[in-house]
């Protein structure tokens, strides 16, 4: 007896689609899976085999022969312990085979037959719409709440499932319902004093998404201002949503909740190794620069990561996403991320206060050094910081996060008009074909770039980062015209290209 099943594997965040065939023969009893499953799916044959039982069907003393086709694409996980299951049932008599099919089926099975949490099914239901449902464990109903788009049927158990197939009973499940997003917990920027420059900053940073490098001496709130920035962000698209719940979904060491409905802030440690940044392992996982995706990637002390691993973030700055290449497969995930570094300006942390710092010229380039051109390129803002003084703590209200978001959001809505028929969203992403019919300069603007352009040496990619700064900095004054003021702005924030390199 003979019969075929419907699943899903991932191949990076792609999901294909799998056969589940099932082979019931006269034979010496056996029990075997092919089509290059890992240990997790060749563990299955005892769950099968006691789920079957403990629902209370026999299980047949025949030769067993389970085949997931693709032959050649690895699979990975519990979630083929269902349609296992089913198959054999249906090989036995016990459901019609006609009625396993147009359907798909995911589900790791308990030694009593309940259906258990799937790790990693996110992508493999938020793929293109179809009508085949999808039969999946009662337990993944809250992160796949989101996916409207497509029909799934929850269930508790194997039994359920054999009812369902056998008479059309579907058990009324209580499902989750996603509530309003709560107010951000993340501190204000109300909370920080004498630094209303470098808010100005991060606002052209947030409302432009330009990738920015924060200098200053230890205790200057490099740190803080930085966790800071996802509350002046604005806030996920539906879409968006469900693109970062694909990527979370698969990190399984992350015990995150899902959906992701907010921004991600991610921070790792200087120590974090190049495949801890970049994703990877046998078979490959995101990392923090996907995980990072949609929202900020934060580096402390930046010049104390590993120089190769600083190296791998080129592709995903300039591209968006970071290919993963193995032996026999490519996977790419998406890592579009707002990247903002946080250094000291020299070994010791304190230059250029002559009263701490005894740190020479080339020590300091040195250290600095560190920092490739080719990375430095690719950060449009360079902002510093100082120590606040007394002064500072007595003074009236600050820039809150709300007034700061209010400016980030006015700047993003100029941006939507203006891509509205692009690929593109954002002014950090206006591709250098483009950027003479949206970066459109007065006379003033143009002159004063070309003799900052003549007498910098910066490279061409520095020059098409300060027109899209410029370009931000116009659209937060509401203006269609880059003007002497927001190019002399954006200047100013090239601080590594005329402090340090020259």
């Not at 006691?50 to 026999?58: L, P």
């Not at 921070?267 to 994703?279: D, E, V």
């Not at 973030?313 to 998406?334: K, V």
């Not at 459109?440 to 352009?453: D, G, M, S, V």
Request: glycine residues 6%.
């Amino acid at each position: 007896m003979f019969c075929k099943l419907i699943s899903y594997c991932l191949n990076g965040l792609e999901s294909v689609q799998v056969g589940v065939e099932v082979d019931l023969c006269d034979g010496l009893p056996s029990f075997d899976i092919v089509g290059l499953p890992d240990s997790a799916v060749r563990e299955s044959k005892e769950r099968v085999k006691s789920a079957i039982k403990n629902s209370g069907y026999d299980f047949p003393i025949k030769r067993i022969t389970i085949n997931l086709a693709p032959a050649d694409i690895r699979k990975e996980g519990s979630l083929y312990d269902l349609p296992i299951a089913l198959g054999i049932l249906g090989c036995m008599g016990l459901i019609n085979p006609s009625h396993l099919k147009e359907k798909i089926f995911l589900g790791e099975l308990a030694l009593d037959g309940a259906l258990h949490h799937v790790s990693g099914i996110v992508p493999l239901v938020y793929g293109p719409r179809h009508p085949t449902p999808y039969i999946v464990p009662l337990e993944n109903a809250t992160e796949l709440v989101i996916a409207r788009h497509q029909t799934c049927l929850y269930f508790h158990s194997l039994k359920e499932v054999v009812t369902y197939l056998n008479t059309d009973y579907l058990p009324i499940q209580p499902l989750p319902i996603l509530q309003p997003t709560p107010p951000s917990a993340l501190e204000d920027y109300g909370d920080v004093k004498g630094q209303e420059d470098v808010k100005r900053g991060l606002v052209i940073a947030a409302a432009g998404h330009h990738n920015t490098l924060l200098i200053g001496p230890p205790g200057c709130g490099k740190t803080m201002m930085s966790k800071r920035l996802p509350t002046i962000l604005p806030p996920l698209s539906e879409e968006e949503q469900i693109e970062l719940t694909k990527i979370y979904s698969l990190a399984t060491y992350l015990k995150v909740p899902l959906p992701i409905r907010e921004r991600p802030f991610r921070a790792p440690h200087h120590t974090t190794s190049i495949a801890g940044l970049a994703g990877g392992g046998s078979h490959p996982k995101p990392g923090e620069l996907s995980l990072a995706h949609l929202g900020v990637l934060f580096l402390d002390e930046l010049l104390e990561f590993n120089k190769k691993a600083l190296e791998t973030m080129r592709q995903p700055l300039e591209d968006g996403c970071i290919t993963l290449a193995r032996s026999n497969d490519h996977m790419t995930f998406p890592s579009k991320f707002l990247f903002i570094a946080a250094t000291n300006p020299c070994p010791c942390g304190y230059y250029p206060d002559t009263t701490k710092c005894h740190c020479d010229l080339p020590s300091i380039r040195r250290y600095l050094g560190k920092l490739s051109g080719p990375l430095l390129d690719r950060v449009d803002i360079n902002l510093e910081m100082h120590p606040v003084s007394f002064s500072h703590f007595s003074v009236g209200p600050c820039l809150t996060s709300a007034q700061m978001r209010e400016c980030v959001l006015k700047a993003r809505a100029c941006q939507d008009i203006r891509y509205e028929k692009e690929s593109f969203s954002s002014n950090h992403e206006i591709p250098a074909h483009l950027l003479s019919l949206y970066c459109p300069l007065t006379p003033e603007a143009e002159t004063l770039l070309k003799t900052w352009f003549d007498h910098s040496g910066a490279s061409a990619r520095s020059y098409t980062r300060v027109l899209r700064v410029a370009r931000t900095i116009s659209d937060l004054k509401a203006q269609q015209l880059i003007d002497e003021d927001a190019m002399c702005e954006a200047l100013s924030y090239r601080l590594l290209d005329r402090q340090f390199w020259n």
